[in-house]
């Protein structure tokens, strides 16, 4: 998709804007399109007049490849690599009548139908979530204005916006790159916003000072983009996009540039910059980790749908799709419970202590697997399955064992255990789960 992107300006003067400008005639530079323009301002607000530019390559081959699989997968086998304890850090406040966002993002890309309905209330961060392809980032372009939709509708604290174009739409974006003018002192890059936004020079750039002091760049207000490392350049594109006070803040995969270090530090940083903001932020991201730690709400999209949202806590106790469950690292089956015994829809029964009726979820976490080489003779063990192993791999500092067989699951054994056992890729292997293991829940 072609969208018009800004020229980037020579400096934080909009060519077409008079320090006087009102804030309606803008110089317009759009967020660019997600990750496709080179360079672009944050924010999806006014800038200079704006260039066609020529036909990008589409957001999603432009973009490196998340941490997500390619397709949700079964829930047996292979699973997540981040065991994540969920941190609920905020209490998302109920929302009014009228919530500050509330979005029935409709768009048709192809073959692909994007269906989501997106509600948040003020300072609600959201976190969209899902496999390669689901439709996040047509999610967040629709949002921007980037990509109109085909249907739905998009208010935002009680204003429609479905027709409002992105540049005028009061909505700041943090791109994956950041897409800083490469020519533009921070300082500048910050202050380009407000000065698009009719805001005068000195006052621009006043108001981008004291976002660079917020973020702890005070010290680097002069460096170009290129002079500041990876941590530094996101800290300024989100001043950039905070400077002109956004209603709706868009994030797309805000830490995914970052090496696992500084992920670590500017995730703490960002987590702390969105409990202070006080309108909606939506951020797209592959990591659970970060979802879990700087959202209030997960929304999971798969298929271009919302398949689960809640709270970070509860999505990982209950999760409802094979996807879902291998991001919070559990094993999930789905069967018919009668009493304390489930029936898998493919596959053995489980035992568990809850006594639920109809069709439910049992999940249970790979570490409460037991393996043996051979059947155990006398085992309390309820559930016990005959398997094989498919696959081993290194988990943290424990072994993963990928097995097949009666019941597919994942467990985790020490590293001592899997020699002892002898566990080799095509070894037989009895495992067994406690009841008081599992976890079942209504489906
Ligand atoms: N320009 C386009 N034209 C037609 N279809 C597109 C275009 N861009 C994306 N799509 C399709 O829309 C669907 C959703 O893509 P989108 O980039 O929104 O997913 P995503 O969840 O952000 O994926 P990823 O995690 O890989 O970035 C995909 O099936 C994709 O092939």
Same mark, same amino acid.
């Given at each position: 998709?072609? +969208?018009?992107?800004?020229?980037?300006?020579?400096?934080?003067?909009?060519?077409?804007?008079?320090?006087?400008?009102?804030?309606?005639?803008?110089?317009?530079?759009?967020?660019?399109?997600?990750?496709?323009?080179?360079?672009?301002?944050?924010?999806?607000?006014?800038?200079?007049?704006?260039?066609?530019?020529?036909?990008?390559?589409?957001?999603?081959?432009?973009?490196? /490849?998340?941490?997500?699989?390619?397709?949700?997968?079964?829930?047996?086998?292979?699973?997540?690599?981040?065991?994540?304890?969920? +941190?609920?850090?905020?209490?998302?406040?109920?929302?009014?009548?009228?919530? %500050?966002?509330?979005?029935?993002?409709? !768009?048709?890309?192809?073959?692909?139908?994007?269906? =989501?309905?997106?509600?948040?209330?003020?300072?609600?961060?959201?976190?969209?979530?899902?496999?390669?392809?689901?439709?996040?980032?047509?999610?967040?372009?629709?949002?921007?204005?980037?990509?109109?939709? +085909?249907?739905?509708?998009?208010?935002?604290?009680?204003?429609?916006?479905?027709?409002?174009?992105?540049?005028?739409?009061?909505?700041?974006? !943090?791109?994956?790159?950041?897409? *800083?003018?490469?020519?533009?002192?921070?300082?500048?890059?910050?202050?380009?916003?407000?000065?698009?936004?009719?805001?005068?020079?000195?006052?621009?750039?006043?108001?981008?000072?004291?976002?660079?002091?917020?973020?702890?760049?005070?010290?680097?207000?002069?460096?170009?983009?290129?002079?500041?490392?990876?941590?530094?350049?996101?800290?300024? &594109?989100?001043?950039?996009?905070?400077?002109?006070?956004?209603?709706?803040?868009?994030?797309? $995969?805000?830490?995914?540039?970052?090496?696992?270090?500084?992920?670590?530090?500017?995730?703490?940083?960002?987590?702390?910059?969105?409990?202070?903001? $006080? &309108?909606?932020?939506?951020?797209? +991201?592959?990591?659970?980790?970060?979802?879990?730690?700087?959202?209030?709400?997960?929304?999971?999209?798969?298929?271009?749908?919302?398949?689960?949202?809640?709270?970070?806590?509860?999505?990982?106790?209950?999760?409802?799709?094979?996807?879902?469950?291998? *991001? =919070?690292?559990?094993?999930?089956?789905?069967?018919?419970?009668?009493?304390?015994?489930?029936?898998?829809?493919?596959?053995?029964?489980?035992?568990?202590? $809850?006594?639920?009726? /109809?069709? =439910?979820?049992?999940?249970?976490?790979?570490?409460?697997?037991?393996?043996?080489?051979?059947?155990?003779? /006398?085992?309390?063990?309820?559930?016990?399955?005959?398997?094989?192993?498919?696959?081993?791999?290194?988990?943290?500092?424990?072994?993963?064992?990928?097995?097949?067989?009666?019941?597919?699951?994942?467990?985790?054994?020490?590293?001592? %255990?899997?020699?002892?056992?002898?566990?080799?890729?095509?070894?037989?292997?009895?495992?067994?789960?406690? %009841?008081?293991?599992?976890?079942?829940?209504?489906?």
């Amino acid at each position: 998709m072609t +969208t018009p992107h800004p020229t980037p300006p020579d400096n934080t003067k909009p060519p077409t804007t008079p320090d006087a400008a009102p804030s309606h005639t803008p110089a317009t530079p759009t967020p660019g399109d997600l990750a496709e323009a080179p360079v672009a301002p944050a924010q999806a607000a006014p800038a200079p007049a704006p260039a066609p530019a020529p036909a990008p390559a589409p957001a999603d081959e432009s973009r490196p /490849g998340g941490a997500g699989g390619n397709h949700p997968r079964p829930a047996e086998g292979r699973h997540p690599t981040t065991h994540t304890h969920p +941190t609920t850090h905020r209490h998302p406040q109920p929302h009014p009548h009228t919530p %500050a966002l509330d979005a029935h993002l409709i !768009v048709d890309r192809g073959t692909f139908r994007l269906d =989501v309905t997106l509600t948040a209330g003020p300072g609600d961060v959201l976190a969209l979530l899902g496999p390669n392809g689901a439709g996040k980032t047509t999610a967040l372009r629709a949002l921007a204005g980037l990509t109109p939709l +085909t249907a739905g509708h998009l208010h935002l604290d009680g204003t429609p916006l479905t027709d409002t174009p992105p540049e005028s739409r009061p909505v700041g974006v !943090v791109f994956q790159d950041y897409l *800083l003018f490469p020519h533009l002192s921070a300082l500048d890059n910050v202050a380009f916003g407000p000065r698009c936004r009719g805001a005068s020079k000195a006052e621009a750039r006043s108001r981008a000072a004291a976002w660079l002091d917020r973020m702890g760049l005070a010290d680097h207000a002069g460096a170009r983009p290129r002079r500041l490392s990876g941590g530094q350049a996101q800290r300024v &594109a989100l001043a950039r996009a905070l400077a002109t006070h956004p209603r709706l803040l868009l994030l797309d $995969e805000p830490l995914a540039a970052l090496d696992a270090r500084t992920r670590l530090e500017v995730r703490a940083q960002l987590r702390r910059h969105l409990a202070a903001f $006080e &309108a909606v932020a939506v951020l797209v +991201t592959h990591d659970p980790l970060d979802a879990m730690v700087l959202a209030d709400r997960l929304v999971v999209i798969e298929h271009g749908r919302v398949v689960q949202e809640g709270t970070p806590a509860d999505i990982a106790r209950h999760p409802r799709t094979d996807y879902i469950a291998q *991001l =919070v690292g559990l094993n999930l089956y789905r069967g018919q419970a009668a009493g304390h015994t489930v029936r898998l829809d493919a596959g053995p029964a489980i035992t568990t202590t $809850e006594e639920l009726s /109809g069709p =439910v979820f049992v999940a249970f976490p790979p570490s409460a697997v037991t393996l043996f080489r051979d059947r155990p003779s /006398g085992a309390s063990a309820r559930n016990l399955w005959r398997c094989e192993v498919a696959g081993l791999e290194t988990h943290g500092d424990q072994i993963r064992a990928d097995l097949t067989g009666e019941l597919p699951l994942a467990a985790d054994l020490t590293t001592v %255990a899997a020699a002892e056992l002898d566990l080799h890729p095509g070894a037989p292997v009895w495992a067994t789960v406690k %009841a008081t293991q599992t976890h079942a829940y209504p489906a």
